[in-house]
């Protein structure tokens, strides 16, 4: 048995309910654990996510440069325009991507908090561009 394992990405937010609902549903999951200033979900695939408390926080800056984007989540989707619709009627929003308009593999999106992260067709391959 490893001395260490994989555990649970957590996102500061100064309203966990709030990014807690909205991740249950566009993923479908369930409330696993639940305190005063943090909450935890998982979703039917077994990937985890909690939202802790944090007054403070304030939301990433991405996609502007001198704040560049350090992490992000990645959601694997078949429809990346029904996919999308879904972030936004939770309260999402998309992100404008620095590439050119056109057919895409990825959308990047943003939460009701501002923590970004990238809808994707299928796993990428190639190393991050720019």
Known sequence: ?????AGVVVLDCAEPERLAAFYTELLEAEET???ANRIEIRSPDGTRLAFRRDMNATPPSW???ENSLQAHLEF???DLDAAERRVVSLGGRPVEAKNPPGPSES????DPAGHSFT???STPSAPKQG
């Open 1 to 5: 048995m490893p001395l260490v394992k």
């Open 33 to 35: 654990e639940a305190t």
């Open 63 to 65: 996609p502007r440069p």
């Open 76 to 78: 694997v989707v078949d």
């Open 107 to 110: 959308r990047g999106c943003t």
């Open 119 to 121: 809808l994707r067709r």
